[in-house]
């Protein structure tokens, strides 16, 4: 997720608690959506966890734009 900024996600995580929160929350509905497609889930429920996950990529986005300016 956002190559191009790994050194400074790296760098946030060490230093904004709410990056490190929402970055970590992103990586855990990953997890969940992973495992509920691979034991075959309810379609809607995966649906919702994946939009509830491209939100967070778009905050940490517009987060990571901001700090690399």
Avoid: C, G, P, W
């Avoid at 992103?26 to 995966?46: G, K, M, R």
Wanted: glycine residues 0%; negative net charge; aromatic residues 6%.
């Amino acid at each position: 997720m956002l190559h191009e900024y790994r050194e400074l996600i790296a760098e946030l995580k060490q230093k904004d608690t709410h990056f490190q929160k929402v970055f970590e929350k992103h990586n855990d509905l990953d997890h969940e959506i992973v495992n509920l497609e691979t034991s075959h889930a309810d379609q809607f429920q995966i649906e919702s966890l994946k939009k509830e996950k491209l939100k967070l990529k778009d905050e940490i986005h517009t987060m990571l734009v901001k700090h690399s300016k």
